[in-house]
């Protein structure tokens, strides 16, 4: 979770809300909270590998998920190449040539990207454990070192000015909510979902998942809520006019935002951890992210959505197919997207639309007595609230990029295509995947008529209608499941059971 996000999503929520960027931290994290506490009860449950794209299986069939897990996939599959662009972008402060003035990947630095993705690629391949051993061993290094640069800024310089004194376009709330998908927060909590993916190979699962859903989300809040507040208090003018918070995305900030601010308060001791650090943690995150975008692939090729070949091991039990497929849309993803902020609103747009199938999973496992016997909580009240949120991120994004995630979305009729034509179609996959289909098309219409796009339907009316549609469809879902496959999860999961036992 503390990958390029640190490094860049401070400096982009600043130019969008200036200081208010701290709202939309505290606004981002209670949101994902929601959605994660959500999941950490679903893979408590039934830990299994790609477990987001397995979930919507048992309870609406096959169109919702290969809608869902092609969705899932592609949020997945264009991160790594997202947390290469980050490190390379501090890289090339020391060895130049990979990044523009704009920017952007030069000839040398998409070479450079595809090294590192295959070098990934032989890391995951020889097994789990010595991903999470080469993670541990940076883990420390990526929280150590952004409490110390925040801790350092905030001593060294601190103006209640860029806090007090400051404009921005638009209404507040409205800037404040839009900031949340656009300038990489979402994307920032959003790796809480690798312990769900690779819940299948976790030991003693009824203990550690929940511990390293819930304590990752808590950690990370901490962590960037401490960045935003350094960034915004030690922010140094120069020449452009103080207060201006969206001048700053064209200014010599953009280079490497944090590494930049260092170096102007005279931190030079703290820009060369920086300049270290800005390509290590952006190179964990992304090798991990590789790591359960395999799963995901394996999970698709498991239920029959994808060939296969992609659910075959290696000798290290890994699904090296996968993994190999993976890579190759990695490679792909390098070149139309070849800087950090043009991808990182779809990106977690795309995850987020897969990860809305969660809280209706776990109110028609509930309601089907998959729980009996455990205690709930306030779970369950937070289901359609999870839900709701979630529509509501995706909306955030704006016209008309809620268009183009629905359109990359649709792209997974291909993957169920290819499971009716080898499996054949029963009762209930087609019905099932109606609430989905609605939400593809519900979510950029809103976005057009509302005011992230031609502004027929004025902020907030058009949350409010957008917040509720969002619960209409959750009770749509709900009406349209699939009991046939209930039954197997229940099976799945008493099988669970019985190997804990």
């Keep these: 979770m503390i990958g390029s996000g640190w490094l860049f999503s401070a400096f982009y929520a600043s130019s969008m809300s200036g200081p208010l960027a701290i ?38 069939g096959k169109l919702t998920t290969a809608l869902n897990g092609w969705s899932l996939f592609m949020g997945y599959v264009s ?28 000839q040398k630095g998409v070479i450079a990207a595809i090294l590192l993705l295959i070098g990934f690629f032989i890391i995951n391949s020889i097994g789990i454990s010595k991903v999470s051993k080469f993670n541990f061993g940076i883990t420390f290094i990526k929280i150590i070192i952004p409490m110390t640069a925040s801790i350092s800024f905030l001593i060294t310089y ?67 809520i401490t960045v935003q507040l350094a960034f915004i208090a030690s922010f140094q003018w120069g020449n452009m006019v103080q207060g201006d918070w969206q001048s700053i995305s064209s200014s010599q900030y953009v280079k490497g935002p944090m590494l930049v601010l260092a170096s102007v308060l005279g931190l030079t001791w703290l820009a060369t951890i920086l300049l270290i650090d800005g390509v290590i943690s952006p190179l964990g995150t992304g090798n ?57 609103s779809i990106n977690s747009g795309m ?79 087609l019905i099932g995947g109606t609430w989905f289909v609605a939400m593809l098309i519900t979510v950029p219409i809103l976005s057009y008529l509302g005011s992230e796009g031609n502004n027929i339907i004025p902020f907030p009316y058009d949350n409010i209608i957008v917040f509720i549609s969002g619960l209409l469809i959750y009770g749509l879902g709900i009406y349209l499941s699939s009991p046939i496959k209930l039954g197997e999860l229940q099976i799945k999961g008493e099988e669970f059971e019985e190997n804990i036992n």
């Excluded at 981002?28 to 299986?57: D, E, M, N």
């Excluded at 139309?336 to 991808?343: D, K, R, T, V």
């Design 23 to 60: 709202i939309s931290r505290i606004i981002g994290a209670l949101i994902i909270t929601t959605i994660a506490l959500v999941y950490a009860k679903l893979s408590l449950r039934i830990p299994t590998a790609g477990a987001a794209a397995v979930f919507p299986k048992y309870t609406h």
């Design 288 to 344: 991990i992210y590789q790591t359960s975008t395999a799963r995901v692939v394996y999970a698709l090729g498991d239920m029959g959505f994808l060939p296969s070949l992609f659910k075959k091991l290696n000798r290290f039990g890994v699904p090296f197919y996968a993994l190999l497929f993976d890579l190759i849309i990695m490679l792909i993803f390098i070149l139309p997207f070849p800087s950090w902020q043009s991808l990182v």
């Design 79 to 106: 991160t790594p190449p997202l947390e290469i662009i980050a490190a390379l972008t501090y890289l090339n402060f020391i060895m130049g040539g990979f990044i523009n003035f704009s920017g952007l990947l030069t």
């Design 158 to 224: 601190f103006s209640w000015s860029n806090f007090t004194n400051f404009h921005i376009q638009g209404p507040y709330l409205k800037t404040i909510l839009s900031t949340i998908p656009l300038s990489g927060i979402a994307f920032s909590f959003l790796g809480f979902r690798q312990a769900v993916e690779l819940a299948g190979e976790a030991k003693n699962p009824e203990k550690t998942l929940p511990r390293a859903i819930i304590l990752s989300v808590i950690i990370s809040t901490i962590i960037y």
């Design 351 to 429: 995850s987020i639309i897969a990860y809305a199938t969660g809280p209706l999973s776990l109110e028609i496992m509930y309601r089907k007595g998959l729980f009996e016997g455990q205690k709930m909580g306030i779970i369950r009240i937070l289901s359609p609230i999870a839900f709701s949120f979630s529509i509501l991120l995706i909306y955030w994004s704006g016209y008309p990029y809620t268009l183009y995630m629905s359109i990359i979305a649709i792209f997974g009729l291909l993957p169920f295509i290819f499971s009716v034509k080898k499996n054949g179609i029963e009762q209930g996959d």
